[in-house]
């Protein structure tokens, strides 16, 4: 592994497989923290909501009852089985552990005998079968008895329970001096009946809380809730049930009552809690939630990713450093660089986006909640214009004088009392100057004592309207009336009366102690204009607000599409429940939902904000105290198409930009594809054309670059390949082919090249009907100035062969003399020629250069045949001894060139020639036509399917065993 590959692979991981995967961890961190933040926000609402849901639990007595009506319900129904009876009794006792000490149970049978397995304590005998008697009589209908029995029946019940107290199903106060203080009577039936006995202690009123509570828990194990109240016999606090030691409690309580906190921490708990009585607290509770299931989803993930990211390494090892280099296409390798070049913006644009929609939707709801906030402000802020309308409409419609003068004042007494129901006054009536009260039809006066208290006052008001002058009223005023009803409503009438004088025609609010009302008072003019009545009208504060959400809400709506304003009553939220006489409107379509969140409304100081999904869609809840209509909450139900409208136009935004990056990185891989790739694939068509030995195909040049002159090259290339292969072809016809035979001997040759034309060349030919000429060549060099050799050789061998006296060595001596002359020494070529007498059987080898022929007997030994002579074309005249031979029937003399022997591989002392024949000796005694074949094709060098490196020439003549014609025919 050389160390620029080391470089060139961690570069590549660290770009390709680190870049992402860090990216993709980044993105997981974000992501879980926003689910743990979420988690946290759900903790809270949790604790929220169970907070809420104590407050609509039902109080003690109703709580108590409704358990007790259970009982007896499974009492009534109770069947005579001992199964059955079993569980009655396992049930009752249940139910005594419940609430022990606090209940005492008396059974009654259906024969009036106490039942002492269930009762608790055991009266007369004899009271218990009469009272049992007077009872049933008076579910019946008839009282006599039970009431002349009462008497007798008070010395056990007490003497605070009355005969007519006596209903079932509700509690009732029995006696204060002993510990038994309230009783609970059940309808009487076949089985009997029972009555319970409850003791009046100060825990009483925490009993039925604190069953609740405790029934919660046992359902809810991450949230638990508890009650912390005073102990009066103790006189310290307890906490029930224990959650905590109690100086935890202590702190936890001090920090949210200091702090003026909604929630606290401590002990890896969040803590909230709700007032309840005068001395109570109902804790919620629940685990911080600590990210232990967040980090485990994010540990799966990022093992994950290291499992990603250490395949990928792996993977990416085994194709840099892997010996056999697998093949792997140039367009792949462009598509995965495409892949990552596109993918990892793509990836980092895709992690932007989704962080800052998230931020983006967050900022567009916390707007959109502060400007519908705004708005319901401004609305409230509204409501004192409310009071100039009223007092227009009074003064200009309702206060007008009559044509008629008989009539006065009833068209303003029809007029008073139509408004006064439209715009629901508490008060309306006209006074005289004798003081005569005047109330409207349809209306009722409430306070008509406390209102006749004054009228000195407003009598007082109205004679200073007929004479213009102000009237002294602390004669009329230092009545023991005037001073009772200043004393108790800490009123001073004297400073009432000189505002009042002031104000007339005018609508201000007054204080008594601390009510607040809105009062007006109105002088009843006549068709002269002299005012005879004074008229006063008086609004509760949250009936004039009522009147202001009714009429405006309305149009505040028309002018707000889409939003849907609503008013609700501090009563209502504080009850949780939505109260249609008091909240506006008053069928709300999404009451219920709305209801869930008045926890929150009431947790929260100021502007509440929350979203919600109503009907498959996701709206904005936006609530406002009201600050003028104070009696109120603004809340505001908003949808969010806009808010989802411009995310989704963001995203939209996103996505081109990401479109439009994808389409960039095609275009750059299109133009890629065309300028590099498309040459490539049409060189790899030309290669692969080469292959198949088509050099006629030429690859077209597209480019004016590197990969155009690569082209042209290319082209050039296969031009002389095409020149090669005619060359090669040419070649192959000066070869002989097939076995040559003459009498008892047959000659065959083969012949590879290393290129497409070699410079070997073997030959055999007839002469004169008797000999037979064998020869083997080899000139120097490769290729076509070889092949040239060979062909001036082959012109040679022709020429000599017509002459009338042939041999051997004149074949040899006409090629030297033919290649010197011709070539001037720059071409040299060795040759051997076997020259066969096959009538006398004997054979001259004349060698020039050449390597020596190898004979294999009869016995299968190896020889060689020696003969002495230099290389063809080195000097004009050469010098050659012949060698000669015999062969007898079924010997053989291989010929051959220095390629084959050459291409063997041998230690010292021995050669290459001893390979050669050991090897030649090794092959098995083939026919003639597969004799030459067998040892090219199990050379060891072309065994191991490597190129060769010089031409391989094998010519193999062989003595039959029998006569035949001279003939030539085609090999295998």
């Not at 409690?249 to 909604?262: G, N, P, Q």
């Not at 607000?545 to 609503?566: F, K, N």
Request: with cysteine; glycine share 6%.
């Amino acid at each position: 592994m050389s160390r620029p590959s080391r470089l060139a692979w961690m570069g590549s991981s660290l770009v390709f497989f680190a870049l992402p995967a860090w990216l993709l961890a980044y993105w997981a961190g974000q992501h879980w923290d926003i689910r743990l933040q979420a988690r946290h926000a759900q903790a809270r609402q949790a604790l929220e909501q169970a907070l809420g849901q104590v407050t609509q639990w039902p109080s003690t007595d109703a709580y108590l009852e409704l358990v007790l009506k259970n009982v007896q319900d499974v009492w009534r129904h109770l069947g005579a089985s001992a199964t059955e009876q079993a569980r009655f009794h396992r049930m009752v006792k249940r139910l005594k552990r419940r609430f022990s000490p606090y209940l005492e149970f008396v059974f009654l049978d259906g024969h009036g005998q106490c039942m002492a397995t269930l009762s608790d304590t055991a009266p007369p005998r004899a009271l218990l079968r009469k009272f049992w008697d007077a009872y049933r009589e008076s579910r019946r209908g008839d009282m006599r008895s039970l009431s002349i029995s009462w008497k007798m029946f008070q010395a056990y019940f007490g003497p605070l329970l009355h005969a007519k107290d006596v209903e079932p199903g509700s509690f009732r106060l029995a006696n204060f001096h002993f510990q038994r203080a309230r009783i609970w009577f059940s309808e009487p039936c076949a089985h009997g009946m029972f009555f319970i006995f409850t003791h009046e202690r100060p825990e009483w009123y925490y009993l039925g809380l604190r069953d609740q509570i405790l029934r919660y828990n046992r359902r809810h194990r991450s949230l638990q809730l508890a009650l912390y109240h005073l102990d009066p016999q103790l006189a310290s606090y307890q906490v029930l049930p224990p959650l905590a030691e109690m100086d935890t409690i202590h702190t936890i309580i001090s920090d949210l009552d200091r702090r003026h906190l909604s929630q606290a921490t401590l002990d890896h708990r969040i803590w909230m809690q709700r007032p309840w009585g005068q001395s109570g607290r109902v804790l919620a509770t629940t685990p911080i939630p600590d990210a232990s299931d967040v980090q485990r989803e994010r540990a799966w993930v990022l093992l994950g990713l290291s499992m990603a990211f250490g395949l990928l390494t792996w993977w990416s090892a085994a194709l840099t450093f892997d010996q056999h280099r697998r093949f792997f296409s140039l367009r792949l390798q462009v598509v995965m660089v495409f892949v990552y070049i596109v993918g990892i913006p793509l990836l980092i644009m895709a992690i932007a986006a989704t962080d800052y929609l998230q931020a983006l939707r967050a900022n567009l709801e916390r707007q959109l909640g502060s400007e519908v906030a705004e708005g319901l402000r401004t609305y409230d802020r509204q409501f004192p214009g409310v009071l100039g309308l009223l007092r227009n409409t009074i003064q200009k419609r309702i206060l007008i004088s009559s044509s008629r003068q008989a009539e006065w004042p009833a068209p303003v007494v029809r007029r008073l009392s139509r408004f006064g129901r439209h715009y629901l006054t508490s008060t309306i009536v006209l006074f005289d100057q004798a003081g005569t009260i005047t109330v409207p039809e349809g209306l009722v006066l409430k306070d008509r004592q406390a209102l006749k208290l004054f009228i000195p006052v407003y009598v007082a008001i109205l004679r200073s309207l007929q004479t213009n002058q102000p009237v002294d009223i602390r004669q009329d005023t230092k009545t023991t009336a005037g001073q009772m009803v200043a004393g108790l409503a800490g009123v001073d009438l004297t400073e009432f009366y000189a505002e009042a004088l002031k104000t007339v025609g005018q609508l201000r609010t007054i204080k008594a102690g601390t009510k607040a009302a809105v009062q007006g008072i109105f002088a009843v003019r006549d068709r002269t204009g002299h005012p005879t009545h004074l008229a006063v009208l008086q609004w509760h504060g949250p009936n004039l607000q009522r009147v202001y959400h009714r009429q405006a809400l309305l149009s505040l709506s028309r002018r707000l599409p889409g939003i849907v304003p609503v008013a609700l009553s501090r009563i209502s939220v504080e009850r949780h429940e939505f109260d249609p006489a008091r909240d506006i409107p008053g069928r709300f379509r999404w009451a219920r939902e709305l209801r869930r969140l008045y926890p929150v409304f009431l947790s929260a100081g100021g502007m509440v904000q929350q979203q919600v999904l109503w009907q498959g869609a996701k709206r904005l809840v936006v609530m406002v105290p009201g600050e003028q209509t104070s009696d109120y909450l603004l809340v505001a139900v908003v949808p969010l198409h806009g808010v989802e409208a411009e995310i989704a136009r963001v995203a939209r935004l996103f996505r081109l930009a990401s479109l439009a990056l994808l389409t960039m990185a095609l275009a750059v891989s299109r133009f890629i594809a065309r300028k590099v790739l498309e040459p490539v694939s049409l060189l790899a068509i030309g290669v692969q054309a080469l292959t198949e030995k088509n050099y006629r195909h030429r690859v077209p040049i597209l480019e004016q670059n590197e990969l155009g002159l690569l082209t042209a090259t290319f082209n050039r290339m296969t031009e002389s390949l095409e020149e090669v292969s005619l060359g090669q072809q040419v070649q192959e016809q000066l070869f002989p082919h097939g076995i040559l035979r003459l009498g008892e001997y047959a000659v065959h040759g083969i012949s590879r090249t290393a290129t497409g034309v070699g410079g070997d060349y073997f030959e055999y030919l007839t002469v004169q009907d008797r000999f037979l000429m064998v020869l083997v060549g080899d000139a120097t060099g490769h290729g076509i100035p070889a092949a040239l050799v060979m062909a001036m050789a082959k012109a040679a061998v022709l020429q000599t062969i017509a002459l009338p006296e042939p041999s051997g060595k004149a074949v040899l001596e006409t090629l030297n003399r033919t290649l010197f002359l011709g070539l001037n020494r720059k071409r040299l070529m060795t040759a051997a020629v076997l020259w066969v007498d096959t009538q006398t059987h004997q054979i001259e080898f004349w060698n020039g250069g050449h390597p020596f022929p190898i004979k294999r007997t009869s016995d299968g030994r190896m020889q060689m045949i020696e003969a002495g002579g230099s290389p063809l074309g080195l000097r004009l005249k050469i010098l050659l001894s012949p060698g000669r031979t015999t062969l007898e029937p079924g010997e053989r003399i291989f010929l051959y060139t220095d390629g084959p022997v050459e291409a063997l591989v041998e230690q010292p002392p021995r050669t290459n020639f001893d390979a050669f024949q050991d090897f030649v000796a090794s092959r098995p005694p083939l026919p003639l036509e597969l004799a030459a074949n067998d040892i090219l094709d199990h050379h060891p060098h072309v065994l191991s399917e490597q190129p060769l490196p010089d031409d391989f020439t094998i010519v193999i003549l062989e003595r039959e065993s029998s006569s035949r014609p001279a003939s030539l025919s085609d090999g295998p």
